[in-house]
Every structure is written in structure tokens, then in C-alpha cells.
């Protein structure tokens, strides 16, 4: 029997995709979230689960629920999932002696989640990246009356997570469709969301490169596309499909996290314009994914790869993959389906060539192809789903 990983974030649906596929590989999965029962808890291959404090609201109480996991379940590898359980427990790197976490140094995250560094960097190493205007502080915000800005513009805050009277806050990226709109939001960000970064917004579909570099090595690499998303101006892939990885954009991509030092997975988010075909960066994420169960089923088994890289095995590389397989959450795409249908095109900020509704009802009414995968439901392991549903309905 392999060593035991203990998996932040349970609730989250990469934290699943880790726990089943380092459960199949003979490692012994545990959980920790901010609820007693998660959706990755819920799966066969979790060994046990704990709660956690939530490490947006109590960081130092999280990593203390963190090192007694640790302790309890004799615990080699921590998989951090979230950015805010991945700053709190890299902060605490030294305070736990002798188990791996295989992710980069504190500062090269720091660094990589800074938007306005990372855009500046990538335009260094020949990366396309929006237009773009920097507002310092709301007072800058306000001064913006006089200006020139092409509309809509996208805006985001150059921190996803951001302190704010002693405790961490989540920031999300917004849109405004004119001036007046603009001036509504910027006013209503907090301070702590500054420097936001008003941004060209870049219309076509969503692809993404995914990395795992280890000292030196590339030991993975896969592509996507998203055909559906959440809310579906932009967000979150409900549906998506593997792709063949661009190898200029590769090497561009693996080219940007030298710059930062980089051990570890990635993901590079691009925009493909759509008169153009131009691959624009739209953001790094240095964590796994919430897709992460794509690139496992297309042959790309990322978790495994990270945590024997991380105990020194020193793995195989996989740049090979499948390509043309689907993955679909259900329950993310019955949102995308109610969004279309109970908002307006602009009320979802859509560009006016996204498809009408009854194209949005056709396209989901397509239950399955072949290839289609459902990223939560497995035969082999099904409450994870039930446990989802339930959540869904309870939101409701």
C-alpha cells in the first residue's frame, strides 16, 4: 500500500478527481473540507474525511486543522486544491516538517497571481494579451469619467484573493456593457480589490494548456476547449473537450512559468479571437483545475504524476493523449441551460453572435455522443453524484 495524501477542499470537483485517481493507483486518499460531508468525501476511494476551518475566513486555524489531519492519519503529501488553501498552507510550509507538498515556492505563487505581473511577463516571452488600463485605488476609479475606454470592457481585480480587515476575500472577475456600469462597479469593489485591471474583451472560444513542471522536466501537457461554461459570459467549463495541445503555444506557455520559478501544475487560460483565430492569455491558475477528471480520462493523469515527482519516483513523461473526449457536468450544465432561458442575452453579457435560446435548449438536449464522459457520475463510484445533487437542490 502507497503513502497517504491528505486533499484540501473536498467539496471542490478536482479534489474528487484527485481522490479517485490517486485511490486507483494505490495511494490512500483523505479529505479535509469546510463541511462534514463533501463531494469528494462521498467517494469509495476516500479513505476518511474531516472538517476544516475555512481558509479564506481563519487561514491559521485551517493549517492547524491541516497539521492534526496530518498527525492523525500519518499523512506523507498534502494536495492543497484551492488558491486559498494553497497560500495558507505554503505560508506554513516550515511548520510541517517532513511532508511534501509539491508546489512551488510561496513567492513564485505570489508572484504568478499577480494579473498585472503575470500579462506585463507574458508579453515578454511573445504572449498576445488584452489591452488593457491599470486603476490603482477607487480614487483613480473615480477619475475615469474623462477617459476613452472601448466597451464593454472585462474587469479584473489583479488578485483572485485579497486581504481585507484582517481576513482573506474572494475577488471574481465582472463585465461592464457601458460607462455608467463601469462606475457602478468599480465603486463597489473593496479597496482591497485594487489594482483592478480593465481589460479588451476578447469574444471566442476558451482553450486551455495544461502543464506539470518539475525541476526542469516537463512530465505533462494537455489541452482543452470549452464548449460550455458557467455563467455563460464566461466562468466555469461545464462541458469541454480534449484537444491537440498547440506546441507553439506550449512552449510559450512553459516558457512564461520559468519565468516565475515554476514547479508543479498549471493551467494557462487562453481566448481564441474569433475573427482572428489570435490565442490572447487570459489568466494562470497554479493549482489543479476544476476540469482535472478531462485530462485524467484522455490519458494525462496529472495527481499521479505530481505526487511521484513530489516523492522523488521521478515518473515517465505524458504529452501523449487522447483527443476528441468529452467531459459534461450535469448539474453545472442544467445552470447553463436555466441562465439562457431566464435571462436576456444582455442581462448574461453575451456577445451578439452567441447562439439564441432554443439553440442553447438543442445543444443540452443532446444528452450524449460518442466520447461524452459525465465528469461526477461513475458506475464504479456513484455517490460522489448523489452527494452533488443534493447540494444542488439544497441551493435551490
Known amino acids: 500500500m502507497k503513502e497517504a495524501v491528505l486533499i484540501t477542499d473536498g467539496e471542490q470537483r478536482a479534489a474528487l478527481a484527485l481522490v479517485r485517481s490517486l485511490g486507483r493507483a494505490g495511494y490512500r486518499p483523505y479529505v479535509c473540507s469546510t463541511r462534514t460531508r463533501s ?19 481563519d487561514p491559521a486555524c485551517f493549517v ?14 498534502i494536495l492543497p486544491v484551492s488558491e486559498a488553501s494553497l497560500l495558507a498552507i505554503l505560508a506554513a510550509r516550515e511548520s510541517l516538517p517532513g511532508v511534501c507538498i509539491p508546489f512551488p515556492a510561496a513567492e513564485s ?27 490603482a485605488s477607487r480614487a483613480e476609479a473615480r477619475e475615469l469619467a474623462g477617459e476613452v475606454l472601448d466597451f464593454p470592457v472585462v474587469l479584473k481585480p489583479s488578485r483572485s484573493v485579497a486581504e481585507s480587515n484582517g481576513r482573506r476575500i474572494k475577488l471574481e472577475v465582472g463585465y461592464a456593457a457601458d460607462r455608467a456600469q463601469l462606475a457602478e462597479r468599480l465603486e463597489a469593489l473593496p479597496e482591497a480589490a485594487y489594482p483592478v485591471l480593465l481589460q479588451q474583451r476578447i469574444v471566442g472560444p476558451g482553450v486551455g494548456i495544461f502543464l506539470l513542471l518539475w525541476e526542469g522536466e516537463t512530465l505533462g501537457i494537455f ?8 455563467p455563460p459570459s464566461g466562468g466555469v467549463s461545464v462541458y469541454r473537450e480534449s484537444i491537440p495541445a498547440d506546441p507553439g503555444l506550449v512552449e510559450r506557455s ?3 512559468l520559468e519565468r516565475f520559478d515554476w514547479q508543479g501544475v498549471a493551467m494557462i487560460e487562453y481566448k481564441l479571437d474569433a475573427a482572428t483565430g489570435t490565442p490572447y492569455l487570459m489568466e494562470v491558475n497554479g493549482r489543479f483545475w476544476g476540469s482535472l477528471q478531462l485530462a485524467v480520462d484522455a490519458g494525462v493523469d496529472f495527481p499521479v504524476l505530481l505526487v511521484e515527482a513530489g516523492l522523488g519516483r521521478a515518473p515517465r513523461p505524458v504529452t501523449t493523449y487522447r483527443t476528441g473526449v468529452r467531459s459534461r457536468r450535469w448539474w453545472g450544465d442544467v445552470d447553463h441551460l ?26 443540452f438536449a443532446r444528452l450524449w455522443r460518442p466520447g461524452d464522459r459525465n465528469e461526477i457520475f461513475r458506475i464504479q463510484d456513484p455517490f460522489p453524484l448523489l452527494r452533488e445533487s443534493i447540494d444542488w437542490f439544497a441551493r435551490r
Open 39 to 57: 463531494l469528494a468525501g462521498a467517494s469509495r476511494y476516500a479513505r476518511g474525511q474531516e472538517a476544516v476551518a475555512d481558509p479564506l475566513r
Open 64 to 77: 492547524a486543522g491541516v497539521r492534526e489531519s496530518v498527525e492523525r492519519w500519518n499523512t506523507r503529501v
Open 109 to 135: 505563487f505570489r508572484r504568478i497571481s499577480d494579473k498585472a505581473l503575470l500579462l506585463a511577463t507574458a508579453r515578454e516571452v511573445g504572449i498576445r494579451v488584452p489591452d488593457q488600463r491599470v486603476v
Open 223 to 230: 489541452s482543452h476547449r470549452r464548449l460550455r461554461e458557467k
Open 254 to 256: 512553459r516558457a512564461l
Open 338 to 363: 436555466l441562465a439562457r432561458l431566464r435571462r436576456s442575452p444582455a442581462q448574461l453579457a453575451l456577445p451578439p453572435e452567441a447562439p439564441g435560446r432554443w439553440r442553447a435548449v438543442r445543444d
